[in-house]
């Protein structure tokens, strides 16, 4: 996978771009994120820090590519089966939240890019986007099969998804296991008005 937040080429090519970011994660475990450096991760690494610089810009845009090569964002293939489908997307986000490093940087890599535009919409591309995408056209097939309401609001139902089991993360420490996935996936199943499109009233 390329990364997504460099800033461009440097000397020693992906090689040495690979064994950055598995730097980046290692120190990351071992460290946390407030306490993560660029000087740990270049001696983890075997590199100087001007090397990483020529790749990213700052501690946040190194951290990005290491945890957008782990963040899953799969499509869900069609198995004519809405329930099956669900699962597999919420097994997925639950597997993406509950690996420790993404769960703990997340919120903070999200809050050191809100400064810069650029790069926080090259995270939502990279970390949102695709996912959402691939979600929504699972959360849609079942909509045309009649399994969910036709006015289902598919981005409320992936809010839902992720805020509950990132909450799960990080706040109550609640098992991220098959029965909260079969949980969220019945409440979509059997979703009514609550789940559905808010009309807008005409004034």
Known sequence: MA??????????GPRSASKILDAARDVLSGQGYPALTIEA????????????????????ALIADALAEIFRADEIPDLGDTHAELRQAVDMTIDNYAKED?????????????????????????????KRENIGAALRRGIERGDLPDDLDTDLVQDIWA???????LMTGSPLDADLAEHLVQLVMKAS??????????H
Request: no cysteine; charged share 20%; net charge positive.
């Open 193 to 202: 008005s609550p789940l559905s499109h808010r009309e807008t009233e005409e």
């Open 3 to 12: 990364p997504v937040f460099s800033s461009g080429p440097v000397a020693g």
């Open 163 to 169: 805020g509950t089991i990132l909450y799960r993360r």
């Open 41 to 60: 991760v270049a001696t983890a690494a075997g590199v100087g820090k001007s090397t990483i610089y020529r790749w990213w810009p700052s501690k946040e």
């Open 102 to 130: 993404m769960a703990a940087s997340l919120p903070a890599l999200a809050a050191g890019l809100l400064p810069h535009p650029e790069l926080m919409a090259r995270f939502r591309e990279t970390f949102l986007h695709r």
